[in-house]
């Protein structure tokens, strides 16, 4: 029998079961403010997105480095609520299981008697509750949004009686854990599948898998009359081991007789990169490619930056315009290494950091998967080695050592990852499509149940 209902009077909570109180959060949660001050400890905690919190030796070479002075720090304690003052709007919120000291931008909020304080961690995930709580913040830019712990502490909130609250938190507790384990399984598959793309990519265009014997043993086994025979053929031929030799290059290794290992510079009819200004972005101009467009083969142009069409005509002369067939290669910043492949005869230009590769009498989709490769990709990071900001420069991409087979390997070996990493990239795709469903659903339950649309079973 369904439960009756009650409109809860709070917008974003909707209703609630009857017998349920609404009211301020600070009559269920208190913040602790406790500095570390003289030193009770030195485990330090960090607050992470995907892990909750954690102590920051766990984390990581990643984000902010930890003070040397503990002093600045605050307590944190076992099952304490611990908040990002910064980021809660997002979610940035996690339920400690260990005594330390945190941040002091962070907020730490305890359970007052007969309150689950897993309950209220659940109630701060909630997208409906980090909406009602940006109306509360304050901040210049989007990202720095800042709202005070005594807005929080003032918003009503659900408040089901203790026996449910630990109900509630027992469900969801084994529910979510459930769902997250689902979710780390298929993220172990994508990376997986994109470490089996990568070993399939190399051994393609080092020319370790023959690939022009295992097309003609498939071309074979398509032309052969019934079931029965395309899988005696397939069990029964044998590709022809092709005579290796040693490139002399330690991360090649062998390469086909025949092939050549040569400088880039002796491969591609001309390397450049983009313009070495950044002009000013217009509302509606022409195309402007930056790294954050090369993702693969085309670009996304309908998030593509825009210059005025003065601005494109100078750069245009100064060799700046990227070209159909050129292979795009990030050269600085973060994403240094990326590769893409322009496909569609569209008038813009690029960046500085932004390299464009160029070829007219080689296959440009093959050496587009020699840069992605890490015959190509482990000289990028020995080149980037000890340096502070990551950047390659055209003069060392010149330098780099590439591989040279036959043209018409370099046609067959392009087809072959062609098909085989559509393949593998729409098993990933389909990874995170389930990834996203568990995650909206995880929300939902989440949302159902501490506002008691749901009832645990």
């Given at each position: 029998?369904?439960r009756?209902?009650r409109?809860?009077?709070?917008?974003?909570?909707?209703?609630?079961?009857?017998?349920?109180?609404?009211?301020r959060?600070?009559?269920?949660?208190?913040e602790?403010?406790?500095?570390?001050d003289?030193?009770?400890?030195?485990?330090?905690?960090?607050?992470?997105?995907?892990?909750?919190v954690?102590?920051?030796?766990?984390?990581?070479?990643?984000?902010?480095?930890?003070?040397?002075?503990?002093?600045?720090?605050?307590?944190?304690?076992?099952?304490?609520?611990?908040?990002?003052?910064?980021?809660?709007?997002?979610?940035?919120?996690?339920?400690?299981?260990?005594d330390?000291?945190v941040?002091?931008?962070?907020y730490?909020?305890?359970?007052?008697d007969?309150?689950?304080?897993r309950?209220?961690?659940?109630?701060?995930?909630?997208?409906?509750?980090?909406?009602e709580?940006?109306?509360?913040?304050n901040?210049?830019?989007?990202?720095?949004?800042?709202?005070?712990?005594?807005d929080?502490?003032?918003?009503?909130?659900?408040?089901?009686?203790?026996?449910?609250?630990?109900?509630i938190a027992d469900?969801?507790?084994?529910?979510?854990?459930?769902i997250d384990?689902a979710?780390?399984?298929?993220?172990?598959g994508?990376?997986?599948?994109?470490a089996?793309?990568?070993?399939?990519?190399?051994?393609?265009?080092?020319?370790?898998?023959?690939?022009l014997?295992?097309?003609?043993?498939?071309?074979?086994?398509?032309?052969?009359?019934?079931?029965?025979a395309?899988?005696?053929d397939?069990?029964?031929a044998?590709?022809?081991?092709?005579?290796?030799?040693?490139?002399?290059?330690?991360?090649?290794?062998?390469?086909p007789?025949?092939?050549e290992?040569?400088?880039?510079?002796?491969?591609?009819d001309?390397?450049?990169?983009?313009?070495h200004?950044?002009?000013?972005?217009?509302?509606d101009?022409?195309?402007?490619v930056?790294?954050?467009?090369?993702?693969?083969?085309?670009?996304d142009?309908?998030?593509?930056?825009?210059i005025?069409e003065?601005?494109?005509?100078?750069?245009?002369?100064?060799?700046?315009?990227?070209?159909?067939g050129?292979?795009?290669?990030?050269?600085?910043?973060a994403t240094?290494?990326?590769?893409?492949?322009?496909?569609?005869?569209?008038?813009?230009?690029?960046?500085?950091?932004?390299?464009?590769?160029?070829?007219?009498?080689?296959?440009?989709?093959?050496?587009?998967?020699v840069?992605?490769?890490?015959?190509?990709q482990?000289?990028?990071?020995?080149?980037?080695a000890?340096?502070?900001?990551?950047r390659?420069?055209?003069?060392?991409?010149n330098?780099?050592?590439?591989v040279?087979?036959?043209?018409?390997?370099?046609?067959?070996?392009?087809?072959?990852?062609?098909?085989?990493?559509?393949?593998?990239?729409?098993?990933?795709?389909?990874?995170?499509?389930l990834?996203?469903?568990?995650?909206?659903?995880k929300?939902?339950?989440?949302f159902?149940?501490v506002?008691?649309?749901?009832?645990?079973?």
């Amino acid at each position: 029998m369904a439960r009756k209902m009650r409109d809860s009077g709070v917008e974003w909570i909707g209703e609630v079961p009857e017998g349920w109180e609404v009211n301020r959060l600070q009559w269920h949660l208190e913040e602790l403010v406790e500095k570390n001050d003289p030193i009770q400890t030195t485990n330090i905690l960090s607050l992470t997105n995907d892990r909750g919190v954690i102590p920051y030796e766990d984390k990581g070479n990643v984000g902010n480095k930890a003070k040397e002075n503990y002093t600045e720090y605050k307590l944190a304690y076992k099952n304490t609520i611990v908040a990002n003052s910064m980021n809660v709007l997002i979610g940035s919120v996690g339920l400690s299981k260990y005594d330390g000291c945190v941040s002091p931008v962070y907020y730490i909020y305890k359970s007052k008697d007969s309150n689950s304080i897993r309950y209220y961690n659940y109630l701060f995930q909630l997208t409906p509750f980090q909406k009602e709580l940006r109306r509360y913040a304050n901040g210049i830019l989007e990202i720095r949004l800042r709202v005070s712990s005594s807005d929080i502490l003032k918003r009503s909130v659900p408040a089901p009686s203790f026996s449910e609250q630990r109900r509630i938190a027992d469900y969801l507790d084994e529910k979510c854990a459930a769902i997250d384990g689902a979710v780390c399984e298929l993220k172990r598959g994508i990376e997986d599948c994109k470490a089996w793309k990568k070993a399939i990519i190399f051994e393609a265009v080092t020319g370790k898998a023959n690939v022009l014997a295992a097309s003609a043993c498939a071309i074979r086994r398509r032309n052969c009359y019934g079931g029965q025979a395309a899988t005696a053929d397939k069990k029964n031929a044998k590709v022809a081991k092709r005579q290796m030799r040693d490139s002399g290059i330690p991360w090649i290794g062998e390469i086909p007789e025949g092939w050549e290992v040569r400088r880039l510079k002796f491969i591609f009819d001309e390397i450049t990169d983009g313009s070495h200004f950044s002009p000013e972005g217009v509302a509606d101009g022409m195309p402007y490619v930056t790294a954050t467009d090369i993702r693969g083969v085309g670009i996304d142009f309908t998030k593509v930056k825009r210059i005025s069409e003065t601005d494109y005509n100078e750069l245009v002369n100064n060799g700046c315009k990227v070209q159909l067939g050129d292979i795009l290669l990030v050269k600085d910043g973060a994403t240094t290494g990326r590769v893409g492949l322009m496909v569609e005869q569209v008038d813009c230009v690029a960046l500085s950091s932004v390299a464009m590769l160029r070829t007219k009498k080689y296959c440009n989709r093959f050496f587009m998967y020699v840069i992605f490769s890490e015959l190509l990709q482990k000289q990028i990071m020995l080149a980037m080695a000890g340096s502070a900001m990551p950047r390659i420069t055209i003069s060392k991409l010149n330098e780099f050592l590439g591989v040279l087979p036959p043209l018409p390997e370099q046609q067959a070996i392009a087809d072959y990852l062609d098909e085989k990493c559509a393949a593998i990239d729409a098993l990933v795709a389909e990874k995170e499509k389930l990834i996203a469903d568990l995650e909206t659903y995880k929300k939902s339950l989440i949302f159902e149940m501490v506002t008691g649309k749901r009832e645990v079973a």
